[in-house]
């Protein structure tokens, strides 16, 4: 039988990272790439909203009440 | 395939979940079980500690009520910012927790060091929260006439007590990121209501104008600086949420499925509930929350104020544990060697040590651990944000984070990477240049800049140049593929 070629990759990973369970996973991940997707523009809109707009008026109320 | 066989099939996809939550490896996204709204409320339960009532206290120092709160609301938020833009978009995409993903910048044997700035203030805060806990304890049961003790006797079965329960909240932190959900999602509720009965005493008994007329306890001479000082407690506070928040977004589905816990349950959280400690000391007149507790209610409002002091230390114990367990994990013989709950038995050991024999010295360090536990993380989260977003342009290798082979994306030198520790330590100098963290006595143009924002500014910066003139040209660190 013959070995298919992401099995003799992680197969010889397995000196690099020292742990079959996390060999296969890293190799599984970079195969798929199943990642999540980044923060999209809106997301840095809510954050730059919450963590900069907001806090300068708080800030700005703060100083003048 | 009959049933006997699905379900073996199920446990046993169970099992590897479970492994891949409490281990350092990258939790994929089938296996992050932490929704939005459960994040929110996990992350809310964790604000929600005892933590709260010195950072309350602390602020009743410099500023009336509401200034108070809105300065405490306004510095919480640019500090999570700041920490969100360091943490989450490389922890909650990769699946990483805090230490692991260090290895980018710190190298791949410099993220080991890392372990120490997780686990040593967790550990630090959870003997602190079982020392309050256990007093709890023991105080509720001493006020509904059940045991009857002298004041000297409280600090030593409170003590005894607090490690009993500390034992209690291992077990239930042994069943994994799932039953820690669970939990978390109740107390949190728990808590909700508590934080509104407190609020509506607070306003009942003494209404808004007694409250909002309550001058600052020991203000500085100039109002500036009063201003700065309480924004940048706040700041600070956010960033010392750095070693939890990879081992908590690591089970959440994806970054956007991050941010309303990160927002509102690591931010917006705590200046809401601090400002229960802040108007009370400021009625009581006095910042300790043993005292206002009794001025401010008397018998009946120490009670519930003591009830969430017991119920808020459970949450955050229990999830301090969590996430130190997953820390040592990166350890790769405890994390082959030593099954979960071992693991987090020896990471209670310390802690019942420290609180059975060293409890009452232990609680009189409490402000310095306070002060430094956030000066370390502005720096990295500065670096992190410049290295991943501006330097790497968001690519990295997920081999990276765990290969220790000399040929490794992120091995720079012997796996350190020289420019990040030096980062670090210009940030943390120009800090220290700014703001004595012990004595909160400023320098320089502390009031106008705060110490927070150009320590993380400094540590980038420093980084960036660093980068383009040692780590570039040396061919070191995988920048090449960006």
């Known amino acids: 039988m013959s070995t298919a070629p992401h099995v003799t990759e992680n197969a010889s990973l397995s000196s690099k990272l020292g742990d079959a369970v996390l060999e296969e996973r890293v190799a599984q991940l970079e195969k798929s790439g199943e990642w999540p997707p980044d923060l999209t523009k809106g997301d840095w809109a809510l954050v730059v909203v919450s963590c900069l707009v907001v806090p300068i008026i708080c800030l700005i109320i703060a100083w003048t009440i | ?482």
């Open chain 2, 1 to 482: 395939m009959t049933t006997e066989n699905r379900e073996r099939g199920t446990h046993a996809q169970n099992l590897a979940v479970n492994e891949a939550q409490q281990s350092t490896y990258p939790v994929l996204r089938r296996e992050r079980t932490w929704g939005p709204i459960a994040f929110i409320a996990i992350a809310s339960s964790l604000s929600a500690g005892t933590w709260l009532f010195p950072v309350g206290g602390a602020v009743a120092a410099y500023t009336p009520a509401w200034p108070g709160t809105l300065l405490m609301t306004g510095g919480m938020m640019i500090g999570t910012g700041l920490l969100l833009i360091g943490t989450v978009p490389i922890q909650a995409k990769f699946g990483v927790d805090s230490v692991t993903s260090t290895a980018p910048y710190l190298g791949v044997v410099g993220a080991k060091l890392s372990i120490v700035l997780v686990w040593l203030p967790i550990a630090a805060w959870n003997a602190i929260l079982t020392i309050i806990m256990g007093r709890s304890v023991v105080r509720i049961l001493a006020r509904l006439g059940v045991v009857s003790l002298a004041d000297a006797d409280i600090s030593k079965w409170g003590n005894i007590a607090g490690s009993l329960m500390l034992f209690g909240i291992l077990l239930f932190t042994i069943g994994g990121a799932d039953v820690l959900k669970r939990l978390e999602i109740v107390l949190a509720i728990i808590a909700l209501i508590i934080v509104l009965i407190i609020f509506g005493m607070l306003f009942v008994k003494f209404g808004p104008s007694q409250i909002g007329a309550a001058k600052p306890l020991s203000p500085l001479p100039d109002h500036q600086q009063n201003y700065t000082t309480v924004v940048e407690l706040m700041m600070g506070s956010a960033m010392s949420w750095w070693p939890w928040v990879g081992g908590l977004v690591r089970l959440v589905p994806s970054p956007r499925a991050s941010l309303p816990g990160v927002l509102l349950g690591l931010g917006l959280t705590v200046p809401v509930v601090s400002a229960a400690s802040l108007w009370s000391s400021l009625v009581a007149n006095d910042p300790d929350p043993s005292v206002w507790m009794i001025t401010v209610g008397g018998t009946s409002w120490g009670l519930v104020a003591l009830i969430l002091v017991v119920k808020a230390n459970i949450g955050t114990i229990a999830i301090n544990l969590f996430v130190s367990g997953v820390a040592a994990n990166r350890i790769p013989s405890i994390q082959k060697r030593v099954r979960w709950s071992w693991n987090l038995i020896i990471m209670c050991a310390p802690v019942t040590v420290v609180v059975l024999f060293f409890g009452d010295t232990f609680m009189e360090q409490t402000p310095k651990i306070m002060a430094f536990s956030g000066l370390f993380y502005a720096p990295l989260c500065g670096i992190a944000a410049i290295d991943y977003f501006v330097l790497r342009r968001k690519n990295v290798s997920i081999r990276g984070f765990y290969d220790e082979s000399r040929d490794a994306p992120y091995y720079y030198w012997r796996g350190i990477n020289p420019v990040a520790f030096l980062s670090a330590m210009i940030g943390v100098g120009v800090y220290l240049l700014l703001l004595d963290p012990l004595t909160l006595e400023a320098h320089g143009p502390f009031k106008w800049i705060s110490a927070t924002i150009p320590t993380f500014i400094a540590a980038s910066l420093a980084y960036y140049v660093g980068t383009k003139l040692v780590t570039i040209p040396a061919g070191r660190g995988d920048y090449e593929r960006s």
